[in-house]
């Protein structure tokens, strides 16, 4: 039980109450304050009378589940998914998809300005997923077996909890995965493989993962395995049968490998892959919108998957980020009459997208990842596509800015691209030491942005515009993009 003394109010668990939804918070669910207490509401939408019971109660704020919706907001909508009430996820298929991107355009614009202490005009409107659904071109569902049964099942989980949804039909993926995912269950259960018990750390299959070609309509399966080398020897010959029979139910199938992950814990893929029938990887291709864009991203860049490869899980989004970023190159050129910039500097640059999609506006460009197997992909996909002038440096971005400052190394453009949890304050220092003309800031955690652009400020750095951009349609999750000139002095 918990007594708010200012406003004499008592609440306890499981408490009934009925609010009115006033916005959204940065995690995504509803916020009120309308009973007095800070009450966050799973999956409510501004404008909604709600009837809510508070399950979590903190000194200072409560969360709740929707019992009732007493009047629905304008702003929400019917699901397209029918296991939407259960699964976790998706957060936000039941609001309107033109609401979402309003919604998304407020987190950032309060993130800049309660965080960055900046002014959100800055922040502009988001642009929309040409399709809000089938766009997901990576899937990694987690397996189980109830006690007692053969049955193989796999999908998301509850939101949260470790209790499974096992999915059959998921709107955000496209449609041969789909088939994938219910052929594979049927016919591993058929082979007699079993699935993962997380409790006890027992079954052999964990996860079922795949990748998915837009551009040619191919597959990659990876089966994630609760074994090491000499227990997968032992299943060898029952897995290739069932990878083949795999690829022949299911023509997009491209190549079957398998991951061994016998550790516990929630990492998702181990050290170790091995291709147990196909090809090992498959090939997407990205094409630029931009008809000035340079011929080699109006022809198309190729890029090689394989299972553990970091790629946008949204390929048709991913070319409206990166043509972002080509954008902001471009106009620098212009303003400063150069026909190719000496050096861009890409950190965090993952199998190097971003440093291939800019290498024909540069002299050189400097990609810097700390994942080899990363690098070794970004090589890889360097002589696919006969580029040259793109250098892989491998080690971390803490370590590397100061050696590239000790060799007095200046890029005129830097992008970061760093993961959720930002760019730690003293990399920031080192980049700014680096004196970039330019910054471009591509983002998928609002608060960690924010953050980040208020320390650049303090350290000459002028943010001219945020561009946020809907990378995952149906979440909460949004990606952006920050210019950031360096101040006249």
Excluded at 26 to 43: A, E, I, S
Excluded at 102 to 118: C, F, M, N, R, Y
Excluded at 337 to 356: H, W
Excluded at 372 to 389: H, T
Aim: glycine share 6%.
């Amino acid at each position: 039980m918990i007594v708010l003394a200012k406003q004499k109010h008592t609440y306890h668990k499981n408490q009934k109450l009925r609010v009115s939804i006033e916005s959204i918070a940065p995690g995504g669910q509803g916020f009120t304050k309308d009973p007095g207490l800070p009450v966050f509401v799973n999956r409510g939408v501004p404008g909604d009378l709600l009837e809510v019971e508070l399950y979590d109660l903190r000194k200072d704020f409560a969360h709740a589940r929707i019992v009732e919706v007493i009047e629905p907001s304008v702003k929400r909508t019917e699901p397209p998914c029918k296991l939407f009430k259960v699964c976790g996820g998706c957060q936000w298929q039941h609001i309107a998809y033109e609401h979402q991107l309003e919604l998304k355009t407020d987190i950032v614009k309060q993130a800049i300005k309660h965080i960055g202490k900046l002014d959100p005009s800055i922040v502009l409107p988001t642009i929309p997923a040409a399709d809000p659904l089938y766009y997901r071109n990576k899937v990694q569902f987690p397996v189980t077996q109830p006690h007692g049964s053969t049955r193989i099942l796999a999908g998301y989980y509850k939101e949260g909890s470790h209790e499974l949804v096992n999915i059959k039909h998921c709107p955000v993926q496209p449609e041969p995965l789909d088939r994938l995912l219910e052929a594979t269950k049927l016919i591993l259960e058929e082979q007699g493989v079993d699935g993962y018990d997380e409790a006890d750390h027992t079954g052999m299959l964990r996860h079922i993962t795949a990748r998915f070609s837009f551009a040619f309509e191919r597959i990659l399966l990876t089966l994630v395995l609760n074994a090491g080398r000499n227990q997968f020897e032992l299943l060898q010959s029952k897995l290739v049968s069932a990878a083949q029979e795999i690829m022949a139910q299911v023509p997009e199938v491209a190549g079957v490998c398998v991951n061994l992950n016998n550790a516990r814990g929630n990492r998702i893929m181990g050290n170790e892959t091995i291709c147990i029938a196909g090809a090992p990887h498959i090939i997407e291709k990205l094409v630029s919108t931009r008809a000035q864009a340079p011929e080699k991203l109006v022809d198309g860049l190729s890029f090689r998957l394989s299972p553990t490869s970091f790629f946008q899980v949204n390929s048709a989004q991913a070319v409206g980020l990166l043509d972002l970023v080509l954008d902001a190159v471009q106009d620098w050129q212009k303003a400063n009459s150069q026909k190719l910039v000496p050096l861009i500097i890409d950190a965090y640059a993952g199998v190097g997208t971003m440093a291939l999609w800019l290498s024909a506006l540069a002299e050189k460009v400097l990609a810097i990842e700390e994942v080899p197997a990363a690098v070794q992909d970004g090589r890889d996909i360097l002589k696919l596509n006969e580029i040259s002038n793109v250098e892989f440096y491998l080690g971390s971005v803490e370590k590397v800015f100061p050696e590239l400052g000790a060799r007095m190394l200046q890029p005129q453009i830097l992008v970061l691209d760093p993961p959720r949890k930002g760019v730690a304050a003293e990399v920031l220092e080192h980049a700014a030491a680096l004196e970039p003309e330019l910054i471009l800031y591509v983002s998928c955690n609002p608060s960690t942005l924010a953050r980040d652009l208020k320390i650049l400020q303090g350290l000459g750095y002028e943010s001219r515009s945020i561009q946020p951009l809907d990378m995952f349609p149906q979440t909460h999750h949004v990606e952006s993009l920050t210019i950031l000139h360096k101040a006249s002095r």
